[in-house]
């Protein structure tokens, strides 16, 4: 069965420092995963994703991912954080055997950036 | 690129009653729409996908005679949840497919029943 898992619940930074949100995954064959932001009421905005090729995937507002295969780990990183960074992050997953292209999210990391 | 609206972006009605949301895919064509339900603070939770002209395939524990999906158009999706229960009080956020990676995600919609 396909699962992500993002072991913290909430993730404290002081601004300017680099952040780390934690994302493992169980999947099937070669994964496809993503990372989502999500402020309160609102919808998710995508941020990034991995497929195929270089391991280090680099998206928006600054933020990148280092996909391991080895640990199953798809962290998201930024090297400076910013206030306006605060919010809700989803991991997500699907296997490419996934019928339909149905995402599954881990339960999410909600990181707060204190000036 | 790649817009996906809802409407309402929230909505109150008494139980009983009946709540009507659409998803709308405002700059492409998608064949396929997903439909997530997220209690506070929480991970959002698939209920279905809605398939352009055919029925939508629901989770597992997703009553569908309560959550009528309606696929019309390859740019619309609607959501109706049938005799709205308190405990139906949820955000629901839809998603379009767009090629066979990228899902876009509407901003929401939030349900009160009272």
């Known amino acids: 069965a396909q699962s992500v898992a993002q072991p913290e619940d909430q993730v404290n930074v002081a601004e300017g420092n680099p952040l780390t949100v934690k994302c493992t995954y169980s999947v099937s064959g070669n994964p496809y995963l993503f990372w989502y932001v999500q402020y309160p009421n609102r919808g998710l905005q995508f941020l990034l994703k991995y497929i195929t090729g270089d391991n280090l995937v680099k998206g928006s507002y600054g933020f990148e991912a280092e996909f391991n295969k080895s640990q199953t780990s798809f962290h998201l990183k930024k090297p400076s954080a910013l206030v306006s960074d605060s919010a809700l992050y989803f991991c997500?997953?699907?296997?490419?055997?996934?019928?339909?292209?149905?995402?599954?999210f881990g339960q999410g990391t909600e990181l707060s950036v204190k000036p | 690129g790649a817009v996906v609206s809802q409407h309402p972006s929230w909505v109150i009605c008494k139980s009983g009653t009946s709540v009507k949301i659409e998803c709308r895919s405002l700059?492409?064509?998608?064949?396929?729409m997903f439909w997530y339900r997220q209690f506070p603070k929480q991970s959002l939770m698939l209920m279905a996908t809605?398939?352009?002209?055919?029925?939508?395939?629901?989770e597992q524990g997703v009553e569908k005679d309560k959550f009528l999906i309606n696929h019309a158009s390859l740019t619309l999706s609607t959501l109706t949840v049938t005799s709205a229960h308190p405990e139906d009080s949820s955000f629901y956020i839809c998603?379009?497919?767009?090629?066979?990676?990228?899902?876009?995600f509407g901003p929401g919609t939030r349900l009160t029943v009272t």
């Open positions: 998603s379009a497919g767009l090629g066979r990676d990228e899902q876009y």
């Open positions: 997500a997953v699907r296997g490419i055997y996934n019928q339909g292209g149905k995402l599954i």
């Open positions: 809605s398939n352009e002209g055919s029925k939508a395939t629901y």
């Open positions: 700059d492409f064509q998608a064949t396929t």
